[in-house]
């Protein structure tokens, strides 16, 4: 990690074990982090470079873009299926053919125009793979979490070990 990244870490994991047992909302976290961060740029006691500020934002926004692309995936395919089908009044006019959309699962990522039954077939299985893994940890994560819950009592963590 980089400084910034664990400033960043470091404070929010204080802000929020701060906030007690009623927890912060994470639009409030980040905002006060964000706050703490700029006033240790100002301040000199963390840096970063123009360059490398631009490369995490960047990142972070693209990130964002591919996250809501991925999601609305199942819209935009039906929405191509119509365009196949000569239902769509722009039809290979229609701006969606040249947006960015995550494809390949080497994160490769294409225009929808530029998509061919690979990507699409890849597309799928990478949701299938997702939903089962995702799955596969929901049943890890209730086999544990039930075990603590079961140990707890009705108390809360740090009670259970003599904290609170």
């Not at 530029?114 to 939903?131: F, Q």
Request: charged share 25%; proline share 1%.
């Amino acid at each position: 990690m980089t400084e910034h990244e664990d400033f960043i870490r470091d404070a929010y994991d204080r802000f929020v074990l701060d906030a007690g047992e009623d927890g912060i909302k994470t639009g409030e976290a980040a905002a006060h982090v964000a706050g703490l961060l700029a006033q240790a740029i100002r301040d000199g006691h963390v840096t970063i470079s123009e360059a490398e500020y631009a490369q995490k934002v960047t990142k972070q926004i693209i990130t964002g873009i591919r996250t809501a692309r991925r999601a609305g995936l199942v819209e935009t395919a039906l929405w191509v299926q119509s365009m196949l089908a000569g239902e769509t009044i722009l039809g290979s006019d229609d701006p969606v053919l040249k947006m960015a959309y995550p494809g390949s699962a080497d994160s490769i990522d294409k225009s929808l125009v530029y998509w061919t039954e690979d990507d699409w077939n890849t597309a799928t299985m990478t949701r299938y793979r997702k939903a089962a893994e995702a799955t596969a940890a929901a049943v890890a994560f209730d086999n544990v979490a039930s075990a603590i819950v079961t140990m707890l009592k009705g108390r809360s963590t740090g009670d259970a070990l003599g904290l609170s």
